[in-house]
């Protein structure tokens, strides 16, 4: 997947969270009764800061990926206290990460169409949302999680060019990944119309999702700390640890890992959870007709690059 990185104009660098500079930390608004500025990078504290949001993150491996629990909460909570020893303010937005990511981690995220399965995703994945940007909103009075649907500037060349190329990358290597590694028995088979119909409600339900947690409130927190490519990779760390669970497995990673990088990196460009929705839309929108495909080989049968089954 190619970087959308040249050629948009307009965009403005310099609102809170997406700053221009991608090696410092981006302070709060300043009428954020918290408003912090940039920390000095290279000292100790700055290397206990990384650290502690380190383990946070890196906790989502063991909760998510590899699912050690209740050992995948020491590195969580471990990072929370360190953070808040050396940082309260860190302290403060990593707890909120903590809250969100332990919501996550009661129930299982194996892809799971039953009834009973989608009200619990339905259920904790709007918590994971809610219950931090509440905390943040309202008990902190903070403005960091923002969840900004309109910017007020139209879509570049550069930007339909992309959006275009996300198509054609997810057509031609989503095909062959969920089939030639069998990551498409990771979820549900789906035959029946209304098999279909859940997957699709599913599919675009945690797409969404994805978003509004990890861009809007893993990676809008971290970045309010940390230079650009050091919250991306944290966020990034997180969202891929979340989709190995829910299904994207064996050699998955190497297309999650970008993907989630990059989306982090559109959102700091754009500041439009607008367009990061579409194109992760866009993407998913392969996956399922992939998934689809998979599981009854005469829908969807338009992939040049789908292995051939016997």
């Known amino acids: 997947m190619v970087s959308p990185a040249g050629g948009w104009q307009g965009v403005r660098m310099g609102e809170p969270g997406h700053g221009p500079s991608t090696d410092a930390a981006v302070p709060a608004s300043p009428e954020s009764p918290s408003a912090t500025t940039a920390r000095p990078t290279g000292t100790p504290a700055a290397a206990w800061r990384v650290l502690a949001a380190a383990l946070v993150c890196g906790s989502a491996v063991l909760l998510f990926a590899v699912h050690v629990r209740p050992l995948g909460y020491v590195p969580l909570l471990v990072g929370v206290a360190l ?4 940082d309260r303010v860190l302290g403060a937005d990593l707890l909120i990460i903590a809250a969100g990511m332990g919501i996550v981690s009661t129930i299982p995220l194996g892809a799971d169409l039953s009834d ?3 009200v619990r995703f339905t259920i904790a994945l709007a918590l994971a949302v809610v219950v931090p940007f509440v905390l943040s909103r309202h008990v902190l009075g903070d403005d960091v999680i923002r ?3 309109r910017t007020g500037k139209r879509w570049t060349r550069t930007q339909w060019i992309y959006l275009v190329s996300v198509v054609g990358v997810a057509y031609l290597l989503l095909p062959f990944y969920f089939l030639s590694s069998g990551a498409y028995q990771n979820w549900p088979t789906v035959v ?5 119909a859940r997957l699709f409600v599913g599919v675009n ?3 969404t999702w994805d978003e509004l947690f ?3 409130t893993v990676f809008a927190l ?4 940390f230079g ?5 990779v944290l966020q990034a760390t997180v969202f891929v640890s979340f989709l190995w669970e829910l299904g994207y497995r064996e050699w998955g990673p190497l297309l999650t890992i970008p993907f989630a990088l990059i989306q982090g990196f559109t959102f700091s460009l754009t500041k439009s959870l607008t367009y990061v929705l579409v194109v992760h839309l866009l993407f998913d929108a392969l996956v399922f007709m992939v998934l689809v495909h998979a599981h009854t080989p005469e829908l969807f049968d338009i992939f040049v690059t789908a292995p051939a089954r016997p």
């Open 192 to 196: 029946t119309g209304d098999e279909v």
């Open 116 to 118: 009973a399965g989608m």
């Open 147 to 149: 969840f900004p649907w």
């Open 214 to 216: 990890f861009i809007c």
């Open 83 to 86: 953070a808040w020893a050396v």
């Open 222 to 225: 971290l970045r309010r700390h």
């Open 228 to 232: 650009l490519w050091t919250a991306n």
């Open 205 to 207: 339900a945690v797409g």
